[in-house]
Nanobody
Framework: QVQLVESGGGLVQAGDSLRLSCAAS????????VGWFRQAPGKEREFVGS????????YYADSVKDRFTCSRDNVNHTIYLQMNSLKPEDTAVYYC????????????????WGQGTQVTVSS
């Protein structure tokens, strides 16, 4: 069992940066890949990025590649999403999630979810 709690969302202007945090608890946290999804109003939840716990490899959606960075602190059981050069189309509720897969872009493969944090980017 893994519990995830996001923080760090807010209202920013286009071009600004923001860092989201996800505090994880659970004895088996280190064996899960962790990542981020987002859901904008009226749209489906979509993959943003993830990080593999064993290799440290990261994976990103094309829409955020070169702007967003996933990282994890295994000692403090926290994962981060650094978001740079934010755009209005990045506005969404961002969710932290965990999966037993090494990598998956399919939200149905992710078994643990946080409650979400709102990110709003004004133009």
């Amino acid at each position: 069992q893994v519990q995830l709690v996001e923080s760090g969302g807010g209202l920013v202007q286009a071009g600004d940066s923001l860092r989201l945090s996800c505090a994880a608890s659970g004895r088996s946290f280190g064996s899960y890949s962790v990542g981020w999804f987002r859901q904008a109003p009226g749209k489906e939840r979509e993959f943003v990025g993830s990080i593999n716990p064993r290799t440290g490899n990261t994976y990103y959606a094309d829409s955020v590649k070169d702007r967003f960075t996933c990282s994890r602190d295994n000692v403090n059981h926290t994962i981060y999403l650094q978001m740079n050069s934010l755009k209005p189309e990045d506005t969404a509720v961002y969710y932290c999630a965990a999966t037993t897969y090494s990598v998956s872009y399919n939200r149905n493969d992710w078994v643990y979810w946080g409650q979400g944090t709102q990110v709003t980017v004004s133009s």
